[in-house]
């Protein structure tokens, strides 16, 4: 059985075209393209994926949240130095 990889869906027909190849053509979503997911048994629908969002959340590593600390620290203790 052939998926659609955008939508899951299996209502695909087949175009030919391309370089000498078979297309495929969701009559779901529109997708036209000669990769599709083939599969004998149920799967969910490919996710849209929801990682890319939540790793650039947390984008901010703690190394460098020490660093920021420390030069923050180290710019205070230099402004006591110098103020008197
Ligand atoms: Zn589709």
């Given at each position: 059985m052939?998926?659609?990889p955008q939508c899951g869906s299996t209502d695909l027909?087949?175009?030919i075209g391309g370089y000498g190849g078979f297309r495929y053509r969701c009559k779901q979503c529109g997708y036209?393209?000669?990769f599709?997911?083939?599969s004998d048994e149920e799967l969910p629908s490919?996710?849209?994926r929801p990682k890319e969002s939540e790793e650039k959340k947390i984008a901010?590593?703690?190394w460098l949240?020490?660093?920021v600390a420390l030069l923050v620290l180290y710019m205070l203790l230099y402004l006591l130095i110098?103020?008197?």
């Amino acid at each position: 059985m052939l998926r659609c990889p955008q939508c899951g869906s299996t209502d695909l027909y087949t175009m030919i075209g391309g370089y000498g190849g078979f297309r495929y053509r969701c009559k779901q979503c529109g997708y036209i393209g000669s990769f599709v997911l083939e599969s004998d048994e149920e799967l969910p629908s490919p996710v849209t994926r929801p990682k890319e969002s939540e790793e650039k959340k947390i984008a901010v590593p703690l190394w460098l949240k020490i660093v920021v600390a420390l030069l923050v620290l180290y710019m205070l203790l230099y402004l006591l130095i110098l103020i008197p």
